[in-house]
């Protein structure tokens, strides 16, 4: 039976790359069902892409995880296959792969995907989703070959990682960073709620977030409704990742907040919960 193939990468959906790549898959295995994880993502952002690729993974059917987030197409990087229990993923050696490898469980095998039988012949070298790593998910899906056809192993430890920030707790904070700005806005930061629970904290709580040196006095709430409309909180956001967001805004324009963005938070000084004065003006 084929396996499906789950596609993300960072073509966008202004031009023809996405559906190209669809169109190569099709040709060559008709029969294998593609979803799209999503092809927005920041151009060129391999750390975007990964933490796209752990988030979705773990919601996918297992399969082939085709992920295109390349930057250094054409160069001497290397297009690799790596086999897990949960599946195989297919994509450059650029560190996009590395963390959803590592969260399924790590490789027992991994390949560079050398044979010129299973690529499309293109005398550019700029398109190797379409014509190196679409051919590899396909025929790895439809089980036209195996692994070991694709080309030559590859050593795990030459394999490039991408470490994802961990948090610290210094002064009686958790100090982490934003991991990534979703569509609406909501900040998701590598802090997690235990990490809150080790300073004493817990849902209903006031806590202090620190965004440089600026301090703001937020709640930590389990849905946006329990705090006024335009007034920033804390929750645990849908992949139990601790996030900043505004209830009927946008945190990210509602405070300094970007990817990459160190924060950390704390307990208030002391006292109850004061009244938070809104960031929405109108309100």
């Known amino acids: 039976m084929a396996l499906p193939i789950s596609f993300l990468s960072d073509f966008g959906r202004a031009d023809e790359f996405v559906g190209v790549v669809h169109g190569v ?13 999503g092809h927005d993502f920041p ?3 391999v750390r975007a892409g990964a933490l796209a690729l752990v988030r979705s993974v773990q919601y996918v059917p297992e399969g082939v995880a085709l992920a295109v987030v390349d930057p250094g197409v054409g160069t001497e990087r290397r297009a690799i296959c790596a086999r897990t229990e949960w599946g195989y993923f297919v994509g450059p050696d650029n560190g996009l792969l590395a963390p959803a ?29 379409r014509d190196v790593f679409g051919p590899a998910a396909a025929v790895i899906a439809s089980g036209q070959a195996s692994i070991e056809d694709l080309g030559p192993l590859v050593s795990g430890d030459t394999v490039t990682p991408l470490m994802i920030p961990l948090v610290e707790h210094q002064n009686g904070a958790a100090v982490g960073e934003v991991l990534w700005i979703d569509h609406f ?6 802090i997690a709620p235990d990490d809150l629970a080790l300073l004493g904290l817990n849902r209903g709580d006031d806590v202090v977030l620190r965004i440089g040196a600026a301090e703001h006095r937020l709640t930590w ?48 000084s002391g006292g109850n919960r004061i009244e938070i004065q809104s960031v929405n003006p109108d309100v």
């Open 185 to 190: 806005g909501n900040a998701q930061t590598n």
């Open 101 to 129: 490898v590592a969260m399924v469980g790590g490789a027992d095998l991994i390949v560079a995907i050398e044979n010129q039988e299973l690529r499309l012949p293109a005398e550019g070298a700029t398109f190797h989703g």
């Open 43 to 45: 151009r060129g952002d």
């Open 25 to 37: 898959i099709a040709r060559i295995a008709p029969e294998v069902r593609v979803i799209d994880i």
């Open 221 to 268: 709430v389990t849905a946006y409704g329990e705090v006024l409309p335009g007034e920033g909180l804390l929750h645990v956001d849908s992949y139990g990742q601790i996030a900043v967001a505004v209830r009927e805004g946008r945190a990210d324009e509602s405070f300094p907040l970007a990817a990459n963005v160190s924060v950390s938070v704390c307990r208030p």
